[in-house]
């Protein structure tokens, strides 16, 4: 009989505010990943238990916050769960750099099976400063980390997440800087969040987690995506899941504006263009990388041509976007 690997709990960063909770996590099989692997085989091996997880369906699972408070939800068929709550005066739990500390627990784990740290799972909720002055969304794919999303047949999205470790990845030039300085702001002590919101699957999180912690990115909420169930398609009506993760996040900040960050290479343009046109007090600017594809820039800037309410610019190196930033009055 097969010996079955260690239960765990991989807690998303989140993000909330003082008096709402906002949690996100999935309940899967511990697969001992190493993130630092060399070798095809390793490598191609780690992917294949990054995507085949063994998640744990309906499990009981307890929230601890601070020393008195408890909650609890269930994860869904896939071993995920969100939980919303609205509860008073969070801001006793706030540390200094914006995040409330949490703890995930499996309620009743099995009696056979063996959970990784005690069965505590450390958890984190971001709320922004009230000294922020704007927030920042950011895709990663091609915006912050090269993947070869616009290469023919996709294959250098294949070889980058496949056959390479998240520890030798690097980062897009100019990228940890720049969201460094937006971060900070144009008085350097804003501590503007940023919320990085990929169309990359949840499977990839501690992947892209410690991409950004290892080039040293500005610490922020991950939003990724669930694979569709399979034959389901969405309808014409339908948005696409980052949009409605965009919205959310505009919603739960109204008073602040945003700076949307992408690509020009897939989705991001379109999106960006219909939420700036829905919200258009909410959106200072829209940053769009370009990639080395010209029919794909002048699709983009025929899009945009006739919007001149908000700030565009496609970047092609980082000291344009610098300057524009610091024109605009985002960084100092």
Request: aromatic share 14%; net charge positive.
């Given at each position: 009989?097969?010996k079955?690997d260690?239960?765990?709990?991989?807690?998303?960063?989140?993000?909330g505010?003082s008096?709402?909770?906002?949690?996100r996590?999935?309940?899967?099989?511990d697969?001992?990943?190493?993130?630092?692997?060399?070798?095809?085989?390793?490598?191609?091996?780690?992917?294949?238990?990054?995507f085949?997880?063994?998640e744990?369906?309906?499990?009981?699972?307890?929230?601890?916050?601070?020393?008195?408070?408890?909650?609890?939800?269930?994860?869904?068929?896939?071993?995920?769960?969100?939980?919303e709550?609205?509860?008073?005066?969070?801001?006793?739990?706030?540390?200094?750099?914006?995040?409330?500390?949490?703890e995930?627990?499996?309620?009743?784990?099995?009696?056979?099976?063996?959970?990784?740290?005690?069965?505590?799972?450390?958890?984190?909720?971001?709320?922004?400063?009230?000294?922020?002055?704007?927030?920042?969304?950011?895709?990663?794919d091609?915006?912050?980390?090269?993947?070869?999303?616009?290469?023919?047949?996709?294959?250098?999205?294949?070889i980058?997440?496949?056959?390479?470790?998240?520890?030798?990845?690097?980062?897009l030039?100019?990228?940890?800087?720049?969201?460094?300085?937006l971060?900070?702001?144009?008085?350097?002590?804003?501590?503007?969040?940023?919320?990085?919101?990929?169309?990359?699957?949840?499977?990839?999180?501690?992947?892209?987690?410690?991409?950004?912690?290892?080039?040293?990115?500005?610490?922020?909420?991950?939003?990724?995506?669930?694979f569709?169930?399979?034959?389901?398609?969405?309808?014409k009506?339908?948005?696409?899941?980052?949009?409605?993760?965009?919205v959310?996040?505009?919603?739960?900040?109204?008073?602040?504006?945003?700076?949307?960050?992408?690509?020009?290479?897939?989705?991001?343009?379109?999106?960006?263009l219909?939420?700036?046109?829905?919200y258009?007090?909410?959106?200072?600017?829209?940053?769009?990388?370009?990639?080395?594809?010209?029919?794909?820039?002048?699709?983009?800037?025929?899009?945009?041509?006739?919007?001149?309410?908000?700030?565009?610019?496609?970047?092609?190196?980082?000291?344009?976007?610098?300057?524009?930033?610091?024109?605009n009055?985002?960084i100092?």
């Open positions: 009989m097969f079955k260690p239960l765990q709990i991989i807690a998303f960063q989140t993000y505010t008096n709402h909770l906002y949690l996590g999935r309940a899967i099989e697969e001992s990943i190493n993130l630092e692997d060399r070798g095809a085989f390793k490598l191609l091996f780690n992917a294949w238990k990054r085949e997880t063994d744990i369906k309906c499990a009981k699972i307890k929230i601890k916050l601070g020393d008195d408070k408890y909650f609890y939800t269930k994860t869904d068929y896939k071993g995920y769960f969100l939980f709550k609205n509860v008073e005066n969070l801001n006793k739990y706030i540390n200094s750099e914006g995040w409330i500390n949490l995930f627990s499996y309620e009743k784990p099995p009696l056979t099976r063996i959970i990784k740290s005690e069965n505590i799972f450390p958890a984190e909720m971001l709320v922004p400063s009230t000294n922020a002055s704007f927030g920042v969304i950011s895709d990663i091609d915006t912050i980390l090269h993947t070869g999303l616009t290469s023919v047949l996709k294959w250098r999205v294949l980058n997440t496949l056959l390479t470790s998240a520890g030798r990845r690097l980062p030039d100019g990228a940890p800087e720049f969201y460094h300085l971060h900070q702001g144009k008085t350097g002590q804003e501590a503007n969040p940023i919320f990085y919101v990929s169309h990359s699957p949840w499977n990839l999180y501690r992947y892209l987690e410690y991409f950004l912690k290892k080039n040293k990115f500005p610490k922020g909420p991950i939003i990724l995506r669930s569709p169930r399979p034959f389901s398609s969405n309808t009506e339908e948005k696409p899941q980052k949009y409605k993760e965009i959310n996040i505009l919603k739960t900040y109204p008073e602040l504006r945003f700076i949307l960050i992408g690509d020009i290479g897939e989705h991001d343009p379109k999106i960006y219909e939420i700036a046109t829905k258009p007090k909410r959106i200072a600017a829209i940053y769009l990388r370009h990639v080395n594809d010209k029919r794909k820039k002048e699709y983009v800037i025929q899009l945009y041509k006739n919007f001149d309410n908000i700030p565009v610019l496609l970047i092609e190196t980082k000291q344009q976007a610098l300057s524009h930033a610091r024109n009055g985002f100092k």
